[in-house]
């Protein structure tokens, strides 16, 4: 049964955007199966030890300085922002910002004028400062057992190696480098490189198919590629230097040829003489880094200038290359980071994200390095050699911050309390979720397993475009309400306007919007500001639109509900409905297809795919899984559709529209909630459809 309290009561009437929202259509109600009336009144309180030592240790402290960060931004984080170091100070603005369409182009800026490097903040002014023999990254391989550390300076070392490499084969500020790698040292390694050098950085995630990587090496160009030549993940040998050199091909097929492609040899995965090989374009990144000097003097950056690109999914099937600068995502994410989690140097921290995700550029390497602190990266899948793993890796580095996704919890919660039991777990002081709302007898049992009922759950609600947490619980600042992210950030100003762009007081359920801005919001899309400015600040005037559905209850804690645009959540992971039916569509036996997000046990929304093929091609298992393999190459396997359902016929409107709301209905089995099909050119095909539901 779908949620029933008034969190989910508006999403039929919700039905229609104003025009300019584009295909924005929906509230989806993941919240599975749970009801949320009674969770509003649960209360989870911090003990009094923990909130005792909080950063912000309760609500009265945290209401005077969310106050003066809305009253006095500029005040605010320029106080935040000393704590850096600036080659040159912002003089005298510190930030300015038009987010209203309607006065202008869109342009949002902060620190500017200024002078910085990020890596050098990160590291250097950590080795400074005396902690050069701190351990920086802990890496934790795919195998039990295997494993490495570096300290804050040699971390210095290496990535000043690899800087002065780039450097030496004609990379520069503002160009941009394609990395294609796992979770190795190497990943961290190669972003701060680049920053150190001003260039751009665009990783992409190494479960990206040959032919999104390649789509994204076509839209920034890069000088460089970045990879190595395998990887284990669980069980799996997965040989990526393979899929770079497809992207590699298709890209000088469509003119762009890049002339490096730097390889990582990932021994334990695979051996360098079975690794193919192009000489002259591929070099090995041990033949090359280590004979450059390990000191690199670096490059000053305008706080304004780009750090990183990363393409995140949209409605529309083109993924977009969300742009970041280096001021002010450098001041918030370090700030969210420490106050989120209530960070304290003592601390060792691992967030089970992967860097090709904006989590992992935020949460694994910006934030906790700026703040000094020791992160695990781990290489591994969280369920190999079994579902212990995670508490496993937990004890044995002592990890006392775990910041993690509900996919992953839920699907440890199946496997049984047992795994977790097992392990003592009492380093653990702070858990984060991130990525989708978390359903609360998933937060129920992270909390109370997972956490001995001993430690606050950070449940930070953020997007790729806003760089880091929007809303999110200060863990010792005030109780939390299980699947409820809380109260908004410092500086952050959270609305929720109804369909016509008015915003709603109180109680109230609607379209969350971000009023004004914040260091770390994007600055543009890669190369279309346009599409930039319709997609999110078009939709309702004077507003960042989030894409998001949220309600306020009446403690003002916010809940979010999920997308309400054609972008689905799996797992965590963005992805646009268009991208998957461009991708079937492109199969030469299917016609049509239109793809909508369901509820999923574990990954929280599914794939389901309803395909027309071509007229006479008999529908058949082995074309099903042919289907679902073109997905799989032209994405990626996190993009793989759950189901794929026969359609003879689509729900059209006369004027030919995909009615999806029709096939949402369809496809999570609310047959008596179709609602009104006589606007259908032909209502006849819902039967059919229904009909073939169990092929
Ligand atoms: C950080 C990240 C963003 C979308 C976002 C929302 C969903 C993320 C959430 C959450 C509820 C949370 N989302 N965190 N929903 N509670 N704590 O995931 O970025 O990949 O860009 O996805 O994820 O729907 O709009 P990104």
């Not at 057992?145 to 570096?150: F, R, S, V, Y």
């Amino acid at each position: 049964s779908l949620v029933t309290s008034h969190h989910l009561r508006h999403v039929e009437s919700m039905a229609r955007l104003p025009s300019g929202a584009g295909k924005i259509s929906h509230l989806n109600a993941i919240i599975l199966g749970e009801s949320l009336a009674s969770e509003e009144n649960d209360l989870v309180f911090p003990s009094p030890e923990f909130s005792a030592q909080a950063l912000v240790s309760s609500p009265e402290q945290h209401r005077q300085m969310y106050k003066r960060s809305i009253e006095d931004p500029a005040g605010f984080w320029s106080e935040i922002a000393s704590q850096f170091y600036w080659k040159e100070k912002w003089d005298p603005e510190v930030y300015s910002e038009n987010i209203d369409v309607r006065k202008g182009t869109v342009k949002i800026e902060w620190f500017k004028g200024a002078t910085t490097n990020i890596c050098y903040n990160a590291l250097d002014r950590n080795v400074e400062a005396g902690n050069g023999k701190k351990v920086a990254i802990y890496w934790e391989g795919n195998e039990p057992g295997q494993d490495g550390q570096l300290t804050y300076a040699q971390l210095l070392e290496k990535v000043c190696q690899l800087s002065n490499y780039l450097k030496h084969v004609g990379v520069g500020k503002g160009d941009a480098v394609v990395i294609y790698l796992p979770m190795l040292m190497e990943l961290p390694i190669a972003m701060l490189a680049c920053s150190r050098i001003g260039a751009v950085h665009s990783v992409v995630f190494a479960g990206f198919s040959a032919e999104s990587l390649a789509q994204r090496i076509l839209d920034c160009k890069p000088k460089v590629v970045i990879t190595c030549n395998a990887v284990r993940r669980g069980p799996k040998v997965i040989h990526l230097k393979e899929i770079v050199d497809s992207a590699l091909t298709e890209c000088a097929k469509c003119g762009v040829s890049v002339g490096l492609c730097l390889t990582y040899e990932n021994q334990s995965a695979m051996e360098r003489k079975v690794t193919k090989w192009q000489e002259r374009r591929d070099v090995w990144w041990q033949d090359v880094v280590p004979k450059f000097s390990s000191k690199c003097a670096v490059q000053w950056v305008d706080a304004e200038d780009p750090l990183f690109l990363l393409y995140t999914s949209g409605s529309t099937g083109k993924p977009k290359g969300v742009l970041h600068t280096t001021g002010g995502y450098m001041v918030y994410t370090a700030m969210t980071f420490k106050y989120a989690f209530d960070y304290k140097p003592s601390d060792i921290y691992w967030c089970t994200a992967d860097c090709g995700w904006i989590t992992g550029h935020s949460y694994v390497t910006y934030g906790p390095l700026l703040n000094g602190a020791t992160v695990v990266v781990f290489e591994g899948a969280p369920s190999y050699p079994d579902s212990g793993r995670c508490w496993e890796i937990v004890d044995k580095y002592k990890v006392s911050i775990f910041y993690t996704a509900p996919t992953l919890v839920r699907s440890l919660m199946r496997d049984g309390d047992e795994y977790v039991t097992c392990y003592s777990r009492k380093s653990l002081r702070v858990l984060g979720s991130v990525g989708e709302p978390i359903n609360p007898s998933a937060w129920r049992w992270f909390f109370n397993v997972v956490g001995d009922s001993r430690c606050p759950i950070s449940d930070t609600w953020w997007q790729t475009e806003t760089g880091g947490f929007m809303i999110t619980p200060l863990p010792g600042a005030w109780p939390q309400k299980p699947g409820s992210a809380t109260f908004p950030f410092f500086g952050v100003q959270p609305v929720i306007v109804d369909e016509k762009g008015n915003e709603i007081e109180g109680e109230c359920s609607g379209y969350l919007c971000i009023k004004k801005s914040w260091p770390g919001a994007f600055r543009t899309l890669y190369g279309d500001h346009e599409r930039y400015e319709t997609t999110y600040f078009k939709p309702f005037p004077g507003y960042y639109f989030t894409g998001d559905g949220c309600s306020r209850d009446k403690d003002g804690y916010h809940w979010l509900t999920g997308r309400v645009d054609d972008v689905i959540n799996v797992s965590g992971h963005r992805i646009g409905t268009a991208e998957v039916e461009s991708a079937l569509v492109s199969h030469p036996q299917c016609a049509e297809a239109a793809v909508v997000g369901v509820e999923h046990e574990v990954k929280g929304q599914g794939i389901y795919a309803f395909v027309t093929l071509v007229d006479g091609v008999p529908y058949s298992e082995e074309l099903r899984k042919s289907l679902v393999l073109t997905v799989r190459n032209q994405i990626g396997a996190f993009a793989a559709p759950d189901k794929i359902h026969w359609a003879p016929g689509l729900p059209k409107t006369r004027s030919g529209k995909i009615m999806r709301r029709i096939l949402r209905k369809i496809a999570s089995r609310q047959l008596d909630e179709l609602g009104d099909t006589s606007t259908l050119a032909d209502p006849s095909v819902v039967d059919q459809l229904i009909a073939l539901s169990d092929c």
